[in-house]
């Protein structure tokens, strides 16, 4: 299958699942146009804060029926915009029968999360041999080490530094030498880029509002890309690729999305019977993908916004040394 083909196919398994929130769907076809050429990861592996598992799932290559998604499985949603709320955080017991039609290509040994609803949803997915409930601030309960390890987010939402460098360092442990990580990572300015800027310097209670902590969970400007190779290079690794993930764009149309409607497609998702709801998917992912599928392309971005910067990284790095 052509790349092109490849990726495309991807946005629409990512649109079944997320079809609420496509902006999900479009940031993590981007980080796959990258990882498809990463993965699979060498076994034994680890997911490092896998959540639910299913982004690591799709991206890995498994398929969902049309009846399947997300939104079966969350909580408080009619309080969107409360502070201290993680609407996902929950596991209802009829959460899927996940309605799997194809496992994926690859799978992990460990998923390990601090949230232990979140490792509930991924265990019904087949897809983790193993799972551990556990903050990854602390060194793992276990004597087990993996050749590879990966994450998506440890790295990317916290604002402390001996924080981060104490994730580094607790990979390394879990680590065998020549063991591969592969992390994404906030580019320096998209802090900048965030509409919490607006809630600092106008007041405006609606940026503050639509943030949601992305702004206080984010790591500051001074966390550019010198100083975690810097944090990487004093942990034992050494850096093999550092790739651009996710163009401005892409990220502003991921910080807003459907995020304000969130609230209100949950009432209507509740109102309907999942024969509805599945006929409804039937139209709108095909309108979706006709709407999108080409902004998946980095030269039509290029072409909308000329001076775009990519704001993620996606870094590959290898154990050298024990620490
Ligand atoms: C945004 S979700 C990402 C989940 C998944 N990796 C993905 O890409 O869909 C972030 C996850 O990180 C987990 N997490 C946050 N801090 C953690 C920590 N210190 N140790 C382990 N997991 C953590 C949360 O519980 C949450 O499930």
Same mark, same amino acid.
Not at 91 to 101: G, Q, Y
Not at 148 to 172: E, G
Not at 201 to 229: M, S, T
């Given at each position: 299958?052509?790349?092109?083909?490849?990726?495309?196919?991807?946005?629409?398994?990512?649109?079944?699942?997320?079809?609420?929130?496509?902006?999900?769907?479009?940031?993590? =076809?981007?980080?796959?146009?990258?990882?498809?050429? *990463?993965?699979?990861?060498?076994?034994?592996?680890?997911?490092?804060?896998?959540?639910?598992?299913? =982004?690591?799932?799709?991206?890995?290559?498994?398929?969902?029926?049309?009846?399947?998604?997300?939104?079966?499985?969350?909580?408080?949603?009619?309080?969107?915009?409360?502070?201290?709320?993680?609407?996902?955080?929950?596991?209802?017991?009829?959460?899927?029968?996940?309605?799997?039609?194809?496992?994926?290509?690859?799978?992990?040994?460990?998923?390990?999360?601090?949230?232990?609803?979140?490792?509930?949803?991924?265990?019904?997915?087949?897809?983790?041999?193993?799972?551990?409930?556990?903050?990854?601030?602390?060194? *793992?309960? !276990?004597?087990? /080490? +993996?050749?590879?390890?990966?994450?998506?987010?440890?790295?990317?939402?916290?604002?402390?530094?001996?924080?981060?460098?104490?994730? *580094?360092?607790?990979?390394?442990?879990?680590?065998?030498?020549?063991?591969?990580?592969?992390?994404?990572?906030?580019?320096?300015?998209?802090?900048?880029?965030?509409?919490?800027?607006?809630?600092?310097?106008?007041?405006?209670?609606?940026?503050?509002?639509?943030?949601? +902590?992305?702004?206080?969970?984010?790591?500051?400007?001074?966390?550019?890309?010198?100083?975690?190779?810097?944090?990487?290079?004093?942990?034992?690794?050494? *850096?093999?690729?550092?790739?651009?993930?996710?163009?401005?764009?892409?990220?502003?149309?991921?910080?807003?999305?459907?995020?304000?409607?969130?609230? =209100?497609?949950?009432?209507?998702?509740?109102?309907?019977?999942?024969?509805?709801?599945?006929? !409804?998917? /039937?139209?709108?992912?095909?309108? !979706?993908?006709?709407?999108?599928?080409? !902004?998946?392309?980095?030269? =039509?971005?290029? /072409?909308?916004?000329?001076?775009?910067?990519?704001?993620?990284?996606?870094?590959?790095?290898? /154990?050298?040394?024990?620490?």
């Amino acid at each position: 299958m052509s790349a092109e083909k490849d990726i495309k196919e991807k946005f629409r398994e990512f649109l079944n699942v997320y079809w609420i929130r496509p902006e999900h769907s479009f940031l993590s =076809t981007y980080d796959y146009a990258v990882l498809r050429d *990463i993965f699979p990861l060498p076994k034994p592996n680890i997911d490092l804060a896998c959540g639910d598992g299913l =982004t690591s799932f799709i991206w890995a290559g498994g398929k969902f029926d049309f009846s399947f998604d997300m939104y079966h499985s969350v909580k408080d949603t009619d309080v969107m915009y409360s502070d201290d709320v993680d609407v996902y955080d929950c596991f209802e017991k009829d959460f899927c029968k996940p309605a799997i039609v194809k496992q994926p290509d690859w799978n992990y040994t460990y998923g390990l999360d601090l949230k232990k609803s979140m490792l509930e949803k991924a265990k019904k997915l087949n897809f983790y041999e193993n799972t551990i409930n556990h903050s990854f601030d602390d060194p *793992i309960p !276990l004597e087990k /080490k +993996f050749n590879s390890a990966f994450s998506t987010s440890l790295f990317a939402f916290t604002s402390d530094a001996d924080v981060l460098s104490n994730r *580094i360092k607790n990979v390394n442990k879990i680590l065998n030498l020549n063991g591969k990580l592969v992390m994404r990572l906030h580019e320096r300015t998209f802090k900048q880029m965030l509409f919490h800027n607006y809630y600092k310097q106008y007041g405006f209670k609606w940026a503050k509002k639509l943030d949601k +902590f992305i702004y206080d969970h984010n790591p500051d400007e001074k966390f550019d890309l010198a100083w975690w190779v810097e944090v990487l290079k004093n942990n034992g690794f050494e *850096i093999n690729n550092i790739h651009n993930v996710v163009p401005r764009l892409v990220a502003y149309a991921y910080l807003i999305g459907f995020r304000p409607m969130f609230r =209100t497609f949950m009432s209507m998702y509740n109102m309907l019977s999942l024969e509805q709801r599945t006929e !409804l998917k /039937k139209q709108w992912i095909p309108d !979706l993908v006709e709407l999108f599928e080409e !902004l998946m392309f980095e030269e =039509t971005v290029t /072409k909308i916004d000329p001076d775009s910067k990519n704001v993620l990284y996606l870094i590959e790095a290898t /154990k050298i040394k024990e620490i």
